[in-house]
């Protein structure tokens, strides 16, 4: 293996190099940190002060509306836009009632099997855009999702 550090080759052998590959992996791990947490802090500001969603289906009693051009200008140049979540009409209601029965103290099962009684259409079911994406070949509502 070549190294720039070494001026070449790596010598395994040499305790001084070896101190170097170290000293690199530390520096490096510390870089990922790094990236990681201010890649982390950006994400937070843009969903929780702008309003951002960052991507992925949205979450069950949500939907996505249009937010706007996208600030980047090469972005909104492409025809890019922003999005945000709302509260969707149809499937808001059902969460809001899947959360009044956990804190009446119904189970999970319960919850799940009183939604499938009622016919109410699950989280994969409920975007049919995400069908494709079904995790179950049994449909409806499992403990799991409710």
Request: glycine share 8%.
């Amino acid at each position: 293996m070549w190294l720039p550090e070494t001026y070449g080759p790596v010598d395994f052998d040499s305790p001084r190099q070896l101190a170097v590959l170290d000293l690199l992996g530390v520096r490096s791990q510390r870089e990922v940190s790094r990236a990681r947490f201010r890649t982390m802090a950006a994400m937070r500001v843009q969903a929780e002060v702008q309003g951002r969603h960052l991507g992925g289906r949205p979450p069950y009693g949500y939907r996505l509306v249009d937010a706007g051009p996208h600030p980047n200008r090469v972005h909104a140049g492409r025809g890019r836009r922003l999005h945000r979540l709302d509260p969707d009409p149809v499937t808001a209601p059902h969460v809001r009632w899947i959360f009044e029965q956990r804190l009446a103290g119904q189970s999970v099962a319960g919850t799940a099997r009183e939604l499938n009684e009622r016919r109410v259409p699950c989280p994969s079911r409920a975007d049919p855009e995400s069908l494709r994406t079904t995790c179950s070949s049994r449909p409806g509502w499992c403990a799991s999702s409710a």
